[in-house]
């Protein structure tokens, strides 16, 4: 029987990337490109993630994931709401247990075709007025 860990405990890349359903090196690479994200490194350069720095990456996931957002458009989000914007967007997919990821973002997949079926409706409704 495994416990999990308490919310304010430091996560390993292994962690971070089950719970948000992304490989290691994709972390590696958020890290060259976010500044933001600092985790701390003990020997051998192993990472250990603060819960900041998961929610951060959380918010990170959601707006390229979820939002569609590009490397470029995440930067300037960061850059013009900052890293608390970003980390309470992240909230909710830091929360979740790494077996509840795959859940997730098939209910946001489908409120968002859902969202797009209501949109095109109402475009089509319009375009008859």
């Known amino acids: 029987m495994t416990q999990s860990k308490s919310a304010s405990a ?7 990337a089950a719970l948000f359903d992304v490989q290691p090196h994709v972390l590696r690479f958020w890290e060259s490109k976010f500044s933001q994200i600092q985790p701390v490194k003990r020997a051998a350069g192993r990472r ?3 819960p900041d720095d998961v929610a951060l990456i959380g918010g990170i996931r959601h707006a390229l994931y979820e939002q569609g957002l590009t490397i470029k458009g995440v930067q300037k989000l960061l850059q013009e709401k900052g890293v608390p914007h970003m980390r309470a967007l ?10 509840g990821v795959g859940q997730a973002p098939a209910e946001v ?3 968002l075709a859902m969202a797009r079926k209501n949109l095109a409706d109402a475009l089509d409704i319009l375009g008859r007025a």
Do not use: D, L, W
């Open 90 to 99: 992240g909230q909710g997919a830091a929360a979740a247990e790494p077996s």
């Open 48 to 50: 250990f993630y603060r």
């Open 109 to 111: 997949k489908s409120h």
């Open 10 to 16: 430091f996560r390993t890349i292994s962690e971070v």
